[in-house]
């Protein structure tokens, strides 16, 4: 599970890093330079801007405290994450492949006039397809139309003589796979779906109908059926296609395992390595009991400086709720702030006992929960360039019941947003002076809080009853935005709390949760709606959570004034008039979120969700947009990556690894398809 939306502090200023972006020299797109890393104080962290997006970097501070063990660890796990690039590619859509190839041959061999405005439009729309991973928006879902013409594209591939034929061709320009993920059951879940987890009609009911013959071995640790493997129907019958060695996506995995063994080679310790043989053995053999297994090792591999995501995990992209994206994020201890953080880890029983969630609901023993700060060293897969700034993991309930789980926050990704983001935003949306200052002063510190109190105490609290089947199962195609908003009331119901300071985690919890709640509050039913086309409806799982919880509490604390919609020199704002009563109205939301997972009440969370989470005000919405069209930052933001470049001696053995930037955006994701492109275009 993954806190995928940016800070809270930057969502005071829309959930964008807004402002104060440094313009870069023109530079020749076609270079493969890397520059050394510089230190924080003169590292530029915005890299560029088009369309709706910014290209941020970041550093790997303390890099050079490793040991040269460590480093080649990090390298390792980073260039088997890098190996598997192209499957979230295929996964989103099964034509991703041949266009990105398609158009990358345009884009590095066209040799016609570049000044035109229909060049400017191709080589935009390429920059889009890199980020989203494909044809398809990476937040809205909405198949990303090109601004040139069907004649112009025509005239690129004839002068570069490049082949782009067929349904690749035709479906950048017509209505089909018009949705990367729908969640609207009227338009058919799969039918409505472009990502390409199942083969041709094949219908939602035949999905369920499928899964619902699997049994697990043991009733009580229910395996993660269709986590890593496509559904197809060969001659008439239904079977999985799975991802593994010697199976779909065989290629590339087989590059994955490779450097996997030879991060298992220089592992810090036994259970590290441990388990990353289990993760191999995964790869080899597609066992989705050999996943099981590989989980609870890594859950308690906590030993080390060094730590890893890497397999088929998220479930977002299907709409059925089984598939995992593929993903990778290489991780380094940040030792400071994991260590002001174990405090959460320490007192977790105390946030379980002291949840508003009926009591029954509550697990008598939250065990094995481990929380860290720590420095990425590398993502790929659904995890670049658009990047979580936490992750809770494992997914799995039983394993996370009887072993735990792993929290980790991203430092250095939240630190590069915060020094690419400014506060106009803020002043532009926020009620007045007071709610700006107490945003400014504790907007950072609540953000970080929140995030660690819904990847360490949400994620991990609460519990199934007996005998009810996982989320995925129980409540479908809303088991995502649920799990999420859930995540986050915990969060919200306690960053008010006066055990906060108690714990000595801020100086001043009030003035902390009125922060949170006025960031929160601003965002669900405002500033979010900068991301959707007007009159569109929500459809990413938390923006869906965000505005179902707020609008939620709004109604609910409407006839108190809780919250009022008031008006500012003719703008649009909303106040909180009393907190602890907004407060009070988290833990009942709270309570009854956590009842409908723990009861896996479908009707009750379709009702919220799409009573309070899908449509938007259009009035609203509408002059949000009027407000926002004065500010140029770009709404979306992600990542290039760092490069680690190896040093070797006479004898092929590293000597050093080095920490360097690319040049750009366009070098980085060129460079990424001609390394490691390891599929054909069609699985």
Same mark, same amino acid.
């Given at each position: 599970?993954?806190?995928?939306?940016?800070?809270?502090?930057?969502?005071?200023?829309?959930?964008?890093?807004?402002?104060?972006?440094?313009?870069?020299?023109?530079?020749?797109?076609?270079?493969?330079?890397?520059?050394?890393?510089?230190?924080?104080?003169?590292?530029?962290?915005?890299?560029?801007?088009?369309?709706?997006?910014?290209?941020?970097?970041?550093?790997?501070?303390?890099?050079?405290?490793?040991?040269?063990?460590?480093?080649?660890?990090?390298?390792?796990?980073?260039?088997?994450?890098?190996?598997?690039?192209?499957?979230?590619?295929?996964?989103?859509?099964?034509?991703?492949?041949?266009?990105?190839?398609?158009?990358?041959?345009?884009?590095?061999?066209?040799?016609?006039?570049?000044?035109?405005?229909?060049?400017?439009?191709?080589?935009?729309?390429?920059?889009?397809?890199?980020?989203?991973?494909?044809?398809?928006?990476?937040?809205?879902?909405?198949?990303?139309?090109?601004?040139?013409?069907?004649?112009?594209?025509?005239?690129?591939?004839?002068?570069?003589?490049?082949?782009?034929?067929?349904?690749?061709?035709?479906?950048?320009?017509?209505?089909?796979?018009?949705?990367?993920?729908?969640?609207?059951?009227?338009?058919?879940?799969?039918?409505?779906?472009?990502?390409?987890?199942?083969?041709?009609?094949?219908?939602?009911?035949?999905?369920?109908?499928?899964?619902?013959?699997?049994?697990?071995?043991?009733?009580?640790?229910?395996?993660?059926?269709?986590?890593?493997?496509?559904?197809?129907?060969?001659?008439?019958?239904?079977?999985?296609?799975?991802?593994?060695?010697?199976?779909?996506?065989?290629?590339?995995?087989?590059?994955?395992?490779?450097?996997?063994?030879?991060?298992?080679?220089?592992?810090?310790?036994?259970?590290?390595?441990?388990?990353?043989?289990?993760?191999?053995?995964?790869?080899?053999?597609?066992?989705?009991?050999?996943?099981?297994?590989?989980?609870?090792?890594?859950?308690?591999?906590?030993?080390?400086?060094?730590?890893?995501?890497?397999?088929?995990?998220?479930?977002?992209?299907?709409?059925?709720?089984?598939?995992?994206?593929?993903?990778?994020?290489?991780?380094?201890?940040?030792?400071?702030?994991?260590?002001?953080?174990?405090?959460?880890?320490?007192?977790?029983?105390?946030?379980?006992?002291?949840?508003?969630?009926?009591?029954?609901?509550?697990?008598?023993?939250?065990?094995?929960?481990?929380?860290?700060?720590?420095?990425?060293?590398?993502?790929?897969?659904?995890?670049?360039?658009?990047?979580?700034?936490?992750?809770?993991?494992?997914?799995?309930?039983?394993?996370?019941?009887?072993?735990?789980?792993?929290?980790?926050?991203?430092?250095?990704?939240?630190?590069?947003?915060?020094?690419?983001?400014?506060?106009?935003?803020?002043?532009?949306?926020?009620?007045?002076?007071?709610?700006?200052?107490?945003?400014?002063?504790?907007?950072?510190?609540?953000?970080?809080?929140?995030?660690?109190?819904?990847?360490?105490?949400?994620?991990?609290?609460?519990?199934?009853?007996?005998?009810?089947?996982?989320?995925?199962?129980?409540?479908?195609?809303?088991?995502?935005?649920?799990?999420?908003?859930?995540?986050?009331?915990?969060?919200?119901?306690?960053?008010?709390?006066?055990?906060?300071?108690?714990?000595?985690?801020?100086?001043?919890?009030?003035?902390?949760?009125?922060?949170?709640?006025?960031?929160?509050?601003?965002?669900?039913?405002?500033?979010?709606?900068?991301?959707?086309?007007?009159?569109?409806?929500?459809?990413?799982?938390?923006?869906?959570?965000?505005?179902?919880?707020?609008?939620?509490?709004?109604?609910?604390?409407?006839?108190? @004034?809780?919250?009022? %919609? &008031?008006?500012?020199?003719? +703008?649009?704002?909303?106040?909180?008039?009393?907190? $602890?009563? /907004?407060? *009070?109205?988290? @833990?009942?939301?709270? %309570? &009854?979120?956590?009842?409908? +997972?723990?009861?896996?009440?479908?009707?009750?969370? $379709?009702? /919220?969700? *799409?009573?309070? @989470?899908?449509?938007?005000?259009?009035?609203?919405?509408?002059?949000?947009?009027?407000?926002?069209?004065?500010?140029?930052?770009?709404?979306?933001?992600?990542?290039?990556?760092?490069?680690?470049?190896?040093?070797?001696?006479?004898?092929?053995?590293?000597?050093?690894?080095?920490?360097?930037?690319?040049?750009?955006?366009?070098?980085?994701?060129?460079?990424?398809?001609?390394?490691?492109?390891?599929?054909?275009?069609?699985?």
């Amino acid at each position: 599970m993954k806190f995928k939306f940016i800070p809270m502090l930057l969502a005071a200023s829309l959930f964008v890093v807004s402002c104060g972006a440094h313009k870069k020299e023109e530079k020749d797109q076609t270079s493969t330079e890397q520059t050394e890393e510089k230190t924080s104080e003169d590292f530029d962290f915005t890299a560029e801007e088009f369309a709706d997006l910014k290209i941020l970097r970041y550093q790997i501070p303390g890099w050079e405290n490793l040991s040269l063990k460590e480093q080649k660890l990090v390298y390792y796990l980073t260039q088997a994450g890098l190996s598997g690039r192209d499957i979230i590619w295929d996964q989103n859509y099964k034509h991703n492949l041949t266009i990105r190839k398609a158009f990358e041959n345009i884009y590095t061999n066209f040799e016609g006039d570049k000044t035109t405005e229909d060049w400017k439009f191709f080589e935009e729309y390429l920059k889009r397809v890199w980020f989203s991973n494909g044809i398809h928006h990476h937040y809205s879902m909405d198949k990303m139309m090109p601004e040139f013409s069907k004649e112009y594209l025509n005239t690129l591939l004839k002068e570069t003589n490049t082949q782009l034929t067929g349904e690749a061709f035709e479906v950048l320009f017509n209505d089909k796979a018009m949705k990367k993920v729908n969640l609207n059951e009227e338009k058919g879940l799969i039918k409505g779906s472009a990502v390409n987890f199942y083969g041709d009609n094949i219908t939602a009911e035949e999905v369920d109908a499928f899964y619902a013959e699997k049994k697990s071995p043991n009733p009580q640790q229910s395996l993660s059926f269709g986590l890593n493997s496509k559904l197809v129907k060969e001659n008439g019958k239904l079977v999985e296609k799975v991802w593994k060695s010697g199976g779909m996506y065989g290629e590339a995995i087989d590059e994955i395992i490779k450097w996997l063994e030879k991060a298992q080679g220089v592992a810090e310790n036994q259970k590290q390595a441990d388990a990353l043989g289990l993760l191999i053995k995964y790869y080899q053999t597609g066992d989705l009991q050999t996943w099981d297994d590989y989980n609870v090792a890594w859950v308690e591999a906590t030993e080390g400086n060094i730590d890893y995501i890497n397999s088929f995990i998220e479930v977002y992209n299907d709409p059925k709720g089984y598939r995992g994206s593929y993903e990778t994020i290489v991780q380094i201890k940040d030792f400071d702030m994991s260590e002001k953080m174990k405090v959460l880890e320490e007192n977790v029983q105390w946030f379980e006992d002291n949840s508003p969630i009926m009591d029954e609901h509550k697990k008598e023993s939250v065990v094995g929960v481990t929380y860290k700060t720590v420095i990425v060293a590398g993502e790929a897969g659904d995890a670049s360039p658009s990047t979580p700034i936490g992750v809770n993991l494992p997914n799995a309930n039983w394993i996370r019941t009887q072993h735990g789980s792993k929290s980790v926050s991203l430092g250095n990704i939240i630190h590069a947003y915060e020094n690419a983001g400014g506060s106009d935003k803020l002043k532009e949306f926020a009620h007045d002076e007071e709610e700006i200052q107490l945003s400014e002063k504790y907007g950072a510190q609540a953000d970080k809080l929140h995030t660690a109190l819904h990847e360490v105490v949400g994620h991990a609290s609460g519990k199934i009853n007996p005998g009810i089947g996982e989320t995925k199962e129980t409540l479908k195609n809303y088991a995502s935005t649920m799990e999420e908003g859930r995540a986050d009331l915990v969060g919200l119901y306690f960053l008010m709390d006066p055990k906060l300071e108690e714990l000595g985690l801020t100086d001043d919890h009030e003035k902390l949760g009125k922060a949170a709640y006025n960031d929160y509050i601003r965002n669900g039913l405002m500033t979010q709606l900068t991301r959707i086309e007007l009159g569109k409806d929500i459809e990413e799982a938390h923006m869906r959570n965000r505005q179902w919880v707020s609008a939620w509490v709004f109604e609910k604390g409407k006839e108190a @004034g809780v919250i009022t %919609k &008031e008006k500012v020199d003719g +703008k649009t704002s909303f106040k909180i008039n009393d907190y $602890q009563k /907004l407060r *009070e109205l988290f @833990g009942e939301l709270l %309570k &009854e979120a956590q009842r409908i +997972k723990s009861e896996g009440d479908f009707k009750a969370a $379709q009702n /919220l969700v *799409e009573n309070y @989470g899908v449509k938007v005000n259009q009035e609203v919405h509408a002059e949000v947009l009027e407000r926002n069209e004065k500010f140029k930052s770009a709404p979306y933001s992600g990542f290039i990556n760092p490069v680690l470049v190896t040093e070797t001696d006479e004898n092929g053995e590293i000597k050093t690894i080095k920490v360097t930037q690319p040049e750009s955006f366009e070098q980085q994701m060129l460079m990424y398809s001609k390394e490691y492109g390891f599929l054909p275009e069609v699985n």
